[in-house]
Protein backbone atom coordinates (compact mmCIF):
# COMPACT_ATOMS: atom_id res chain seq x y z
CA UNK A 1 0.00 0.00 0.00
CA UNK A 2 2.75 2.54 1.02
CA UNK A 3 4.20 1.93 -2.60
CA UNK A 4 0.52 2.96 -4.24
CA UNK A 5 0.87 5.80 -2.16
CA UNK A 6 3.70 7.22 -3.33
CA UNK A 7 2.58 6.49 -7.20
CA UNK A 8 0.33 8.08 -6.45
CA UNK A 9 2.26 11.81 -5.42
CA UNK A 10 4.02 10.69 -8.09
CA UNK A 11 1.11 10.81 -10.45
CA UNK A 12 -0.12 14.05 -9.17
CA UNK A 13 3.14 15.78 -9.67
CA UNK A 14 3.29 14.44 -12.84
CA UNK A 15 -0.12 15.37 -13.58
CA UNK A 16 0.69 19.12 -12.25
CA UNK A 17 4.05 19.51 -14.71
CA UNK A 18 2.10 18.39 -17.89
CA UNK A 19 -0.75 20.73 -16.52
CA UNK A 20 1.33 23.71 -16.68
CA UNK A 21 3.37 22.40 -19.84
CA UNK A 22 -0.47 22.95 -21.07
CA UNK A 23 -1.02 26.21 -19.72
CA UNK A 24 2.34 27.68 -21.21
CA UNK A 25 1.08 26.53 -24.67
CA UNK A 26 -2.41 27.75 -24.59
CA UNK A 27 -0.82 31.02 -23.65
CA UNK A 28 1.51 30.74 -26.64
CA UNK A 29 -1.54 29.61 -28.46
CA UNK A 30 -4.00 32.45 -27.35
CA UNK A 31 -4.50 33.97 -30.64
CA UNK A 32 -5.36 31.28 -32.64
CA UNK A 33 -7.69 29.55 -29.72
CA UNK A 34 -10.76 30.41 -31.41
CA UNK A 35 -9.20 28.95 -34.54
CA UNK A 36 -7.62 26.02 -33.67
CA UNK A 37 -6.95 24.26 -30.18
CA UNK A 38 -3.63 23.94 -28.27
CA UNK A 39 -0.74 22.01 -30.19
CA UNK A 40 -0.34 19.99 -27.74
CA UNK A 41 -0.22 16.19 -28.46
CA UNK A 42 -2.38 13.66 -26.21
CA UNK A 43 0.17 11.56 -25.79
CA UNK A 44 1.80 13.50 -22.74
CA UNK A 45 -1.14 12.06 -21.02
CA UNK A 46 0.69 8.80 -20.99
CA UNK A 47 2.68 8.80 -17.85
CA UNK A 48 0.21 10.12 -15.75
CA UNK A 49 -2.01 7.81 -16.51
CA UNK A 50 0.12 4.74 -16.74
CA UNK A 51 1.47 5.78 -13.21
CA UNK A 52 -2.04 5.95 -12.20
CA UNK A 53 -2.89 2.31 -12.98
CA UNK A 54 -0.10 1.05 -11.29
CA UNK A 55 -1.31 3.11 -8.47
CA UNK A 56 -4.52 0.95 -8.62
CA UNK A 57 -2.95 -2.02 -9.33
CA UNK A 58 -0.62 -1.18 -6.12
CA UNK A 59 -3.26 -0.21 -3.34
CA UNK A 60 -5.46 -2.51 -4.49
CA UNK A 61 -3.70 -5.72 -4.24
CA UNK A 62 -2.11 -4.44 -0.77
CA UNK A 63 -5.18 -3.62 1.17
CA UNK A 64 -6.88 -6.98 -0.24
CA UNK A 65 -3.71 -9.06 1.23
CA UNK A 66 -3.80 -6.60 4.56
CA UNK A 67 -7.24 -7.01 5.33
CA UNK A 68 -7.16 -11.17 4.24
CA UNK A 69 -3.90 -11.86 6.12
CA UNK A 70 -5.54 -9.94 9.70
CA UNK A 71 -9.68 -10.85 9.44
CA UNK A 72 -10.00 -14.23 10.60
CA UNK A 73 -11.70 -17.05 7.89
CA UNK A 74 -14.96 -15.88 9.60
CA UNK A 75 -14.97 -12.24 8.64
CA UNK A 76 -13.11 -11.68 5.13
CA UNK A 77 -16.54 -10.99 3.10
CA UNK A 78 -16.28 -8.12 5.71
CA UNK A 79 -12.99 -7.35 5.05
CA UNK A 80 -13.95 -7.53 0.88
CA UNK A 81 -17.01 -4.87 2.17
CA UNK A 82 -13.93 -2.90 3.42
CA UNK A 83 -12.36 -2.18 0.05
CA UNK A 84 -15.86 -0.74 -1.34
CA UNK A 85 -16.70 1.26 1.76
CA UNK A 86 -13.00 2.68 1.45
CA UNK A 87 -13.10 3.71 -1.99
CA UNK A 88 -16.80 5.17 -1.36
CA UNK A 89 -15.18 7.44 1.71
CA UNK A 90 -12.38 8.33 -0.87
CA UNK A 91 -14.69 10.06 -3.43
CA UNK A 92 -16.68 11.79 -0.76
CA UNK A 93 -13.15 13.23 0.56
CA UNK A 94 -12.11 13.51 -3.17
CA UNK A 95 -15.63 15.66 -4.07
CA UNK A 96 -15.12 17.90 -0.11
CA UNK A 97 -11.33 18.48 -1.55
CA UNK A 98 -12.21 20.25 -4.89
CA UNK A 99 -15.77 21.75 -3.80
CA UNK A 100 -13.81 23.93 -1.15
CA UNK A 101 -10.75 24.14 -3.34
CA UNK A 102 -13.20 25.81 -5.82
CA UNK A 103 -15.06 27.90 -3.37
CA UNK A 104 -11.91 29.20 -2.30
CA UNK A 105 -10.63 30.23 -4.88
CA UNK A 106 -13.38 32.02 -6.91
CA UNK A 107 -13.88 33.77 -3.65
CA UNK A 108 -13.15 37.75 -4.23
CA UNK A 109 -14.70 37.37 -7.94
CA UNK A 110 -11.55 35.35 -8.91
CA UNK A 111 -11.71 32.90 -11.19
CA UNK A 112 -11.82 29.45 -9.51
CA UNK A 113 -8.88 26.98 -10.39
CA UNK A 114 -11.30 24.60 -11.33
CA UNK A 115 -12.88 26.72 -13.76
CA UNK A 116 -15.38 25.36 -16.82
CA UNK A 117 -12.81 27.37 -19.46
CA UNK A 118 -9.64 25.25 -18.83
CA UNK A 119 -7.60 27.95 -20.07
CA UNK A 120 -8.63 30.38 -17.05
CA UNK A 121 -8.11 28.10 -14.34
CA UNK A 122 -5.61 26.49 -12.73
CA UNK A 123 -5.69 22.39 -12.58
CA UNK A 124 -1.98 22.46 -12.18
CA UNK A 125 -2.34 24.32 -8.44
CA UNK A 126 -4.84 21.88 -7.91
CA UNK A 127 -3.32 18.89 -8.94
CA UNK A 128 -0.43 20.48 -6.44
CA UNK A 129 -2.79 20.21 -3.80
CA UNK A 130 -3.67 16.64 -4.07
CA UNK A 131 -0.10 15.67 -4.45
CA UNK A 132 0.24 18.12 -0.73
CA UNK A 133 -2.55 15.86 0.54
CA UNK A 134 -1.00 12.90 -0.78
CA UNK A 135 2.06 13.32 0.59
CA UNK A 136 0.87 14.09 4.41
CA UNK A 137 -1.44 10.77 4.05
CA UNK A 138 1.77 9.05 2.93
CA UNK A 139 3.77 10.44 6.16
CA UNK A 140 0.83 9.23 8.23
CA UNK A 141 0.30 5.78 6.89
CA UNK A 142 4.42 4.86 7.28
CA UNK A 143 4.61 6.30 10.65
CA UNK A 144 1.32 4.11 11.76
CA UNK A 145 3.38 1.14 9.82
CA UNK A 146 6.14 1.60 11.63
CA UNK A 147 3.99 1.63 15.26
CA UNK A 148 1.81 -1.54 13.84
CA UNK A 149 3.06 -4.72 14.86
CA UNK A 150 1.33 -8.12 15.82
CA UNK A 151 -0.26 -8.46 18.70
CA UNK A 152 1.34 -9.62 22.33
CA UNK A 153 -1.06 -13.00 22.10
CA UNK A 154 0.33 -13.43 18.35
CA UNK A 155 3.37 -13.42 19.47
CA UNK A 156 3.43 -15.63 22.51
CA UNK A 157 2.15 -18.19 20.35
CA UNK A 158 4.47 -17.70 17.56
CA UNK A 159 7.39 -18.40 20.45
CA UNK A 160 5.44 -21.25 21.66
CA UNK A 161 5.12 -22.98 17.96
CA UNK A 162 9.05 -21.94 17.66
CA UNK A 163 9.39 -24.44 20.75
Avoid at 69 to 86: D, H, K, R, T, V
Wanted: charged share 15%; aromatic share 12%.
Amino acid sequence: MGIGMILCFMTMMVSSIVEAARRYLAGQDELQVLQSPVTMSALWLIPQYCLNGFVEASDGIGRIEFYFSEFPQSMLSIASSLIGIGSAIGSLAGSLIMNTIDKVTKAGGKDSWISSDINKGHYDYYYLVLAGVTATGSIYFLACSAAYGPLKDDLQAAEEEEF
